[in-house]
């Protein structure tokens, strides 16, 4: 039961991994592109849960806490360089 | 298992789509570390993938973290001689 | 097999899956930058949270280290969305055509 209901889950959050990944590779200024970087990087945290709940590991949400930690930073070290260069 | 092996799949072509991007860039060389810290990022996902959590820690925080901090750090430094 | 939790985490894992649909289908077919700031950020902050509860309802001995997850993204997306929105605004992004109001230029037009 928890399984066909993880696969659905997993499905629609692909459907919308993909749909952040045209945006980051067609978007049309560097401010899409790190808005699509930040998003693919939420997406991927729920996958990572997503595939903690399928594995039955607690151990990948610890990896799923550095990502959140990564995005934030990415995010604010880029948004800084196009804002000022440095 | 499925589950596991669409995740990967689709994290692969992933992969090769933001390497594309690094290599080729967009319409600068910022656009171009992001793509390759987004690289990384995802090669770290499929470590993970892999059943192998500490590794995949290790390169999220220091191919996707380091690197990329360490690239727009040095970008910035040395701007004067960028042609674009 | 069909208890209280299970119902409540299958429909807070579904329902925050299409969340995170719903803004990957706003970061497509936004018109401008900024807009594509707002359905990138809020729409995938709101989905991820929905699904971290539905997983903490589904098994609750994890439910510290995703509350801590949750906590963490809801302190720093935001953040985020307004330090890209200010660079964007300052670095001179195009707006849509049917944008009526920018307060921003507005105060920084009346400062000086």
Redesign the interface.
Known sequence: MVDSLIYLAATIVGVAFLLALWRFMAGPTAVDRIIAFDSLTIVSITGIALAALAEGRGIYLDVALVYALLSFLGVIVVARYIERGF | MILLIAMSLLLSLTIVAAAILAIRGGQSLAISILAAGLVSLLASVQFLLLAAPDVAMTEAAIGSGLTTFLFFFVLGRVRGGEHD | ?FSLL?LLG?IL??G???F??S???G??RMPD?YN??QA??KA??L??LL??AG?AC??P??AL??L??GL??LF??P??SQ??A???H??G?KQAPQTVIDRLEQDLGEKP
């Open positions: 097999m299970y299958a894992l579904v925050g899956a299409a995170l649909l803004g990957g289908i970061l497509v930058a594509r700031i990138g950020t995938t902050t989905g991820t699904t971290l997983i589904l098994r001995d994890w280290k995703l801590l997850i963490f993204l720093t997306n953040l985020s330090v890209l200010r660079a964007a300052r670095i992004v």
